[in-house]
């Protein structure tokens, strides 16, 4: 049996095949990160988690990059409204994110590609694309994607030709399906961009949202590689626009398999900034939710089904975790001595929830499987007919299906215990990350302090800190 999911661009559930035997490359459009992300945006972000962590279950290698938007009309927009520089508003809430991916348990990312690092490499993709024939000047010193001149525009948002409006354009990052049109790569400077702004064959200015993760991808992926996600509303423009223009830049087919996650919905809208019914996950902490029942409610319902957030879902998911960490918990304290192992039992559970699990990440039926377990083996504890051997094999298969939930280590919330110890810790980690040259690693910490409010400052006789 294979893995199958469902593909935007072709509508249909397909069998996966990655690329290259046994690895998989993936690219997630990360958070743009001018405020905190809500727990709208961390379905989404969670969802990619679950799909990272199955493929490995499942014996994959992957390579995940998640971008951070650090440029566009959102961010330009907040640092001017907060007076504060692009930077420093991008940076606050850069670390922000890294600790909600903690306090979440997604696994990290191999890379976390920032926009503003790759500056000139989109000059260089969209130059690509002027040669091509694929793009023309405004006399503000924009560049603009001509999408007549692709005839597969539309393909992956299933845009019907008459909302497509060639010679039209559209200048703001993000619109709507009607509005179809040619749209930015590149913006000539205005004022409203105060210091935000590079220089570029066509002038000053600043790349287009799209362009951003066209390249990025390319940079650290290749321009052909397996899996592209994000939230369904990334379908059009985003994703529409990043495809054509990686497609006509680089002649490669960029992505085999389209995944988008459904909405989390408050009272049956979209959870969003801009209708202001959002939920950051500190609110949610805050209110003493811990952080394994949001978890847990966001990955549970299929990805591709719409959820409505409420409270009473988090309470129900709450006991959720608790049944599958009590049941651990009494597998190891287990010392009784039955005949019974759990042989059939575990190669069952496995199977169906593999199988559920294949078909396109069925949660539902995976979690039946395990929960089956849980009461046959909570049954054979009680009543003492379980083997040591049985409840050591069972211990090994939660643990395994863990490694897909990610739930049974969690803290319960964000206030990790930061002590001198702790700190310490985190810093003999970061020198070493650094030693060996592993900036990501190293970044990652430092952004994990800043979070908690901790200052790291670098001296000749090493690395000292102070509470902010
Ligand atoms: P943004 O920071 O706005 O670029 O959004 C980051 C990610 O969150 C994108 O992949 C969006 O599709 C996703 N997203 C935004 N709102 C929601 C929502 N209410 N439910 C699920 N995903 C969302
Ligand atoms: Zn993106």
Known sequence: MSIRFYNTITRQKEAFQPLETGKVKMYTCGPTVYDYAHIGNYRTFI?????????????????????????????????RERDISLTELTDEFKAAFHADLKTLNMQAAQNYPEATNFIPQMINMISDLETKGYTYTTPDGSVFFNIGKYEQYGKLANLNPDEMLSGGRVADDSYEKEGARDFALWKGYKAEDGDVQWESPWGKGRPGWHIECSVMSTELLGPHFDIHCGGVDNIFPHHENELAQSVCATGADFVNYWLHSEYLLVDNKKMSKSLNN??????????????????????????????????SRLEEAQKAVNRLREFYSKLKAYDGSGEEDAEDQIRVADEQFTSAMDDDLNISGGLAAIFELVRWGNRSMVEGRLSATGA????????????VLGVLDMESGLNVEIDADFIESKIADRNEARANKDFTTSDAIRDELVALGVELIDTPEGTKWKMK
């Open 47 to 79: 969802f990619e988690d679950l799909l990272r962590r199955y493929l490995e279950f499942r014996g994959f290698d992957v390579n995940q990059a998640m971008n951070l938007t650090d440029v566009d009309d959102n961010t330009i927009r907040r640092s």
């Open 278 to 311: 959002f939920y950051t996950l500190r609110d949610l902490l805050d209110q003493d939710y811990p952080a394994e029942a949001i978890r847990w409610m966001l990955i549970t319902t299929h990805y591709r089904q719409k959820l409505n957030f409420s409270v």
């Open 392 to 403: 050591n094999d069972l211990i090994i298969l939660i643990r395994k299906f863990d490694h």
